[in-house]
């Protein structure tokens, strides 16, 4: 990077720690530390739910599954504006009103202690788990930018943002939240007028569409139905709700985002309005990583876009000059072809506008559009078998530890297409991001543990014993997580193995709520036999690989509710 790049990245980096230190004074016991003295308005619960939700790896990963996979992972999204409404009517009435500091601590009221333990452990393990993997995502860009080995990175990514975390808990966490999802938003939407501006002369947003499009990048909405197919619009539906609904109505990470909101209807509105601007703004984000594949449709695009690794096979792997010299030679030929036929095309509608648009013309129009087409999908396929070969032999040599490059993608397209003083914001901005997700998990990881957990047998502590254990569990938490980092590398596509990683134990604690609240003759007992009965099942489910991950959390959830029915009718006839 430039000199002007590393001062705009460590100026955003250092003002936000500042800030956080600064927003975070004057914490006095639990309350202000996990709860933020329950003041935030809503535009700060808000900007808080989705910069929980949407981590670096949502900015770095996303544009890459686009890139890769096209757009389809919107329908992910599909059940989430559902799910909102239910957690508005159900489930922030009840938090609320029994005034708990973790979702988990109404269960011990419902059920018993051990219901209470197990759905707080599950939470544990399974937000430290993938906390971990978040701190790895903006590691890889400090990792690729400076040279330094992974592990030290993962030290440092972690590490600074403990600072304002374990120092100021939930009010410092909600603050930088609320500055740093702006200025996410606001650096996103430049690095997407950015990919459009650096198309070849002559190409236009249009021209970037249509070779996406044709490509089948813009498959936004896929409609058949597949047990397997990790991407439909009905596993988007009906397992998106699902997940939604779990991670959103019994993560710590987002209740505890919820209910530090001055009351009812502030906590409600910043759900809602999450669930509004959710799905058009992963829209966008996902639009971006098309329009990079447009962009690389006219411009050179590496064999593998972690170069550092690609270097180092490429040095100690001599056939591979051969192999990358017949990439770029087909590359420059569909570079090439694709600026001749978009002028082409476009010479072609200009001279049909201009005449009488016969029915001759037109269909002559639609075979010459159709032939330009199929040759630039021929190619296209070519290249993409090439790139898979080369990922493949990168991973079984062990040059690499991702089976893909999909991580690194939108790094590689920022460091080396956008101008001098924009790559260092919008690096900035990932770690920013990652941030911002990261001291939530870290607030709702320490909220779990020392509540759930540690005082859970009623010791009575002082306020500042309460402030200095929570500090201390926040401390741990962070050393968990940067150890847990240490092995993301070996997950592939990080966005996707965070949703895996939830979906595994999501369904069941979802499960566990919808019995809580729902079903009133339910004891404790049931529930907790019908949790352990349903997280078994769905692990076995999920490494047997019957199903696409989304449909875990449906499964989960299922299996707890009709477990426990199936007891309490057993019950009932004896």
Same mark, same amino acid.
């Given at each position: ?145 400076? %040279? ?9 990514? %972690? ?89 959103? %109505? ?43 594949? !447009? ?137 920013? !991001? ?89 004891? %404790? ?50």
């Amino acid at each position: 990077m430039s000199t002007p790049d590393w001062i705009v990245l460590f100026v955003t980096l250092a003002t936000m720690i500042a800030y956080g230190l600064h927003k975070g004074r004057g914490q006095s016991g639990a309350h202000s530390y996990l709860l933020a003295d329950k003041q935030m308005p809503w535009y700060v619960v808000l900007l808080g739910i989705m910069a929980t939700q949407a981590s670096a790896i949502t900015f770095l990963s996303a544009p890459g599954q686009a890139y890769i996979d096209g757009m389809r992972f919107v329908q992910y999204y599909f059940g989430l504006p559902i799910a909102m409404i239910v957690i508005c009517v159900t489930f922030i009435p009840i938090f609320r009103r029994l005034n708990v500091y973790t979702a988990y601590q109404y269960l011990e009221e419902r059920f018993d202690r051990k219901t209470r333990l197990l759905t707080s452990s599950l939470f544990l393990l399974s937000r430290g788990l993938s906390t971990g993997i978040s701190i790895y995502a903006p590691a890889i860009i400090l990792s690729s930018i400076l %040279g330094w080995n992974i592990y030290l990175t993962n030290v440092v990514m %972690g590490g600074l943002l403990l600072i304002y975390t374990y120092a100021g808990g939930a009010k410092a966490v909600a603050h930088t939240q609320k500055l740093q999802f702006l200025i996410i938003l606001g650096s996103m939407g430049v690095a997407g007028f950015l990919v459009v501006h650096r198309l070849p002369p002559g190409i236009g947003m249009k021209d970037a569409l249509y070779i996406a499009g044709k490509s089948g990048k813009l498959n936004v909405i896929t409609t058949h139905f597949d047990w397997k197919d990790k991407y439909n619009i009905w596993s988007g539906l009906i397992g998106g709700f699902f997940l939604a609904l779990s991670y959103f %109505g019994t993560d710590q990470s987002q209740v505890g985002r919820y209910i530090t909101g001055k009351d009812d209807r502030e906590s409600k509105l910043g759900l809602l309005l999450n669930g509004l601007v959710k799905i058009p703004m992963q829209f966008c984000i996902l639009l971006i990583g098309a329009l990079v594949f !447009a962009f690389y449709s006219f411009q050179p695009a590496p064999v593998y876009f972690n170069t550092a690794a690609y270097d180092a096979y490429r040095a100690h792997e001599p056939e591979s000059a051969a192999s990358e010299t017949a990439y770029y030679q087909m590359l420059r030929t569909m570079n090439e072809g694709n600026v001749k036929r978009i002028a082409e095309m476009r010479k072609n509608a200009e001279t049909r506008n201009s005449r009488r648009n016969t029915a001759i013309d037109s269909l002559l129009g639609d075979k010459q559009m159709d032939d330009a087409v199929y040759e630039f999908a021929s190619v296209q396929h070519q290249i993409e078998r090439h790139r898979e070969k080369v990922s493949e032999m990168m991973y079984t040599h062990h040059y690499t530890p991702d089976k893909n490059d999909t991580n690194y993608i939108f790094l590689y397209f920022v460091k080396n297409a956008l101008p001098v003083g924009v790559v260092g914001l919008l690096f900035a901005v990932i770690i920013l !991001a990652s941030w911002g997700s990261i001291s939530a998990a870290l607030n709702s990881l320490t909220a779990c543990s020392l509540m759930d957990v540690q005082l859970i047998a009623g010791k009575t502590i002082t306020e500042k014993q309460e402030l200095r254990y929570g500090r201390l569990h926040t401390l741990c938490w962070g050393v968990f997580c940067i150890c847990i980092a240490m092995f993301a590398a070996r997950l592939g596509s990080l966005i996707e193995a965070v949703n895996i990683l939830g979906s595994l134990f999501y369904g069941t604690i979802l499960g566990i709520f919808l019995v809580a609240f729902y079903m009133k003759r339910a004891n %404790g007992n049931t529930v907790f036999t019908a949790a352990l009965i349903a997280e078994v099942s769905v692990i076995i489910i999920y490494w047997l690989d019957i199903v696409s991950f989304l449909w875990l959390n449906v499964i989960g959830a299922l299996l707890v509710v009709m477990i426990s029915l199936g007891c309490y009718f057993k019950k009932t006839m004896e």
